[in-house]
């Protein structure tokens, strides 16, 4: 009885054979071909780069091209040789794959250490591939270190690593490091539609650009995408669509994600919340309905400053400014539907937010309408006036004599020239006038024992003016006046009560429905 060849998946089935077979590394594989060529290939490389992009299947290449017995032109393997026919049964002896993943500890890297002093088997090389080198320990990097610097002439190291940074400086340094770079969507796209029609797939552009996109960048993303919609529309029937796509990649529809786009443009909440529920009803996460919305706003963004030209954009009537704030929404409620425990009622919440800020004009056109509404009104007229720069005010005639002391406000004044500021505070805070004319004060004390300040201010009023007060205390009643300080804070609050009330900040709040205002400080009148 014969047993069924075992089934490859398309990103083991079409895994480039030749380094022209190779897509999206163009550099790379320059660099490669060239130290091949040129037998300047160093003996220790790094390779670096996202998942999916090649790491792993140039390293490969690399080291089937190392052992070959008849390289094609010095930079392919031939395929035919006795090296490569045992590499491609995966039993060659002089290429080891090692998975640090799996393999972290010193005692996995002693068996390679002690192996490298081996001669090679089948060529020139014996090749040590590690995947994943960053997860191995600190003790397995050290000891690999001194066979890194000083390998034999017939060993070469070929490592890969998704994560640079959690790889050892003193490891890096002893490499040649090479970049693999993301591919992209049109490189992923062109080699989604060549594998379509190798395997006679029914597909249509948008479904695959579709794929090509949700691979961000790793081509065996995209392959594994492609192969997982293939196997569902082989059972169905049914042709690769952008709706097919989207169905299974849990997305989305994009019907239903422009309804939901106008329905928070237009600040529509009950819309928008029945349009999310209904995506709810088909299985469509939360995270994919929020990344959908940041997809749609990014493109809008870039439609609106001309970076790009889209027919399909959602968000066309937005300015800049409301697109910057529906996106700082959504990109901050990302977080949050990670960590909720209620990720649906999430993000109903992030929509009613989103319409309700929607609707609100840029700054410029608030201010705009402000104005104009004001400009018919007579307040305009006296609100300029009133902002208009004060003239300078006449500087206060120096106090030498007892009438030039006309008031409690300026004997306050007089008394900080004297820098006595416990005598100052007294006046403002403690004093309550209930009669004043020059030489002659009736007041009264909120706190009776600060009388012999009142004998200290009379006492330097003499010494200074050579002149007499008297300061006559009288009882406090209901009546009483307020002091300085108490006055000074009553004139302060109702000055920014005539603020509020003011005709300008009541068309403003009319704008801003349900904010609030605060006034931190105003320059009163003397």
Not at 86 to 102: G, K, L, P, V, Y
Not at 294 to 312: E, F, P, R
Not at 395 to 411: A, G, K, N, V
Request: with cysteine.
């Amino acid at each position: 009885m014969t047993t069924a060849p075992s089934y490859k998946v398309f990103a083991r089935t079409y895994r480039p054979k030749t380094f022209g077979e190779v897509v999206g590394q163009d550099i790379a594989v320059r660099i490669f071909q060239n130290a091949l060529k040129q037998n300047t290939l160093s003996h220790a490389i790094l390779l670096t780069g996202i998942r999916g992009i090649g790491k792993t299947t140039s390293a490969r290449l690399l080291a089937k091209t190392l052992c070959c017995l008849n390289p094609v032109d010095h930079i392919d393997p031939c395929g035919t040789c006795d090296s490569c026919v045992a590499f491609d049964r995966d039993q060659h002896t002089d290429i080891i794959e090692m998975d640090a993943a799996s393999h972290t500890g010193v005692d996995d890297i002693r068996d390679i250490i002690e192996g490298v002093a081996y001669a090679p088997t089948y060529g020139r090389y014996r090749v040590y591939i590690i995947d994943e080198v960053h997860m191995l320990s600190k003790n397995a990097f050290n000891a690999l270190l001194k066979t890194l610097e000083e390998p034999p002439a017939h060993a070469k190291f070929i490592f890969a690593t998704t994560e640079l940074e959690k790889v050892p400086e003193t490891i890096v340094s002893r490499c040649l490091q090479i970049q693999l770079r993301p591919m992209s969507i049109e490189t992923i796209l062109d080699h989604l539609q060549k594998i379509s029609t190798i395997e006679n797939l029914s597909s249509d552009m948008d479904g695959l650009m579709l794929i090509a996109e949700a691979a961000k960048g790793s081509m065996r993303d995209g392959l594994s995408i492609l192969e997982k919609v293939s196997s569902y529309t082989r059972s169905t029937g049914e042709s690769m669509t952008m709706d097919v796509v989207e169905r299974i990649l849990g997305r989305p529809p994009q019907a239903e994600l422009e309804r939901l786009c106008q329905a928070i443009k237009s600040g529509d909440i009950i819309t928008a919340i029945q349009s999310v529920r209904s995506l709810f009803s088909h299985d469509i996460e939360p995270i994919a309905i929020t990344k959908g919305l940041l997809n749609a706003l990014h493109q809008s963004l870039c439609s609106t400053i001309g970076v790009q030209q889209n027919s399909s954009i959602f968000f066309k009537e937005l300015s800049v400014s409301q697109l910057n704030r529906l996106w700082s929404i959504v990109h901050n409620s990302v977080q949050e539907l990670m960590v909720s425990p209620v990720p649906q009622e999430s993000c109903e919440v992030m929509l009613i937010r989103l319409c309700h800020v929607s609707d609100i004009p840029p700054l410029k056109q608030l201010i705009q309408d402000i104005e104009n509404k004001l400009s018919s009104t007579e307040s305009v007229q006296s609100a300029r006036t009133e902002n208009r720069m004060p003239a300078p005010a006449a500087q206060p005639q120096p106090i030498r004599r007892q009438s030039d002391i006309t008031s409690f406000d300026r004997l306050i004044e007089w008394v900080e020239t004297q820098k006595d500021p416990h005598l100052s505070f007294f006046l403002k805070r403690d004093l309550r006038v209930h009669g004043f004319k020059p030489g002659y004060i009736e007041c009264s004390l909120k706190n009776p024992e600060d009388q012999h300040l009142l004998k200290h201010l009379k006492q330097m009023l003499q010494t200074v003016l050579n002149e007499t007060w008297t300061f006559e205390l009288v009882q406090s009643t209901t009546a009483t006046p307020a002091t300085f300080h108490e006055q000074a804070q009553t004139n302060e609050a109702n000055a920014k009560q005539r603020v509020i009330d003011s005709e300008l900040v009541q068309h403003a709040l009319h704008a801003f429905e349900g904010a609030n205002v605060t006034v931190d400080r105003v320059l009163l009148d003397s």
